[in-house]
Each structure stands twice: as C-alpha cells, then as structure tokens.
C-alpha cells in the first residue's frame, strides 16, 4: 500500500488526527483527505507547525483540545 505524505505520519506520531485538524482549523476529514494525496510545500509546513506546537504544549503538560477550546471561547481555566 502507498504511503503518501509519510514525514507528517512519522511527525504526528501518537497526536489524534481531530487534535490536528482543530488547530488548523479545518474538520478531521479535511485532514484525511489531505493525507491521501501528496501535499504542497505551504500545506505541509503548516501542519508541521501544528504538531510542534502540540508536542510542545504536550511536553509542558498541557492538554492541547483543552487550550484550544480557551482560547475559542475566552474562558480560563480555574
């Protein structure tokens, strides 16, 4: 079976694709079909940036949905 766009499945890792999909912005399924097609270089750079910044908040300990839905609604954590 092909294998597209094989740098962001290994980048993503164990992150829930609908984490990613959230912080672009874009639905899951958006995502998926995405991955089914190799990628643009502007496209696949933003979602990089995504997953290191999810992997970021991960290793501070963060919930990254949980940040994500702060900031959306402009509610703080108590």
């Known amino acids: 079976m092909f294998k597209r766009n094989q740098d962001i499945r290994e980048a993503k890792g164990?992150?829930?694709t609908?984490?990613?999909a959230e912080r672009l912005g874009v639905h899951e399924n958006t995502l998926h079909?995405?991955?089914?097609?190799e990628m643009c270089k502007?496209?696949?750079e933003s979602i990089m940036s995504a997953i290191v910044e999810i992997k970021k908040e991960l290793a501070e300990g963060?919930?990254?949905a949980e940040e994500n839905e702060d900031k959306n609604?402009?509610?703080k954590s108590v």
């Open 14 to 16: 164990n992150i829930p």
């Open 73 to 75: 609604n402009g509610s």
């Open 33 to 37: 079909n995405w991955m089914k097609k």
């Open 18 to 20: 609908w984490v990613i």
């Open 62 to 64: 963060l919930n990254p």
């Open 42 to 44: 502007k496209r696949k």
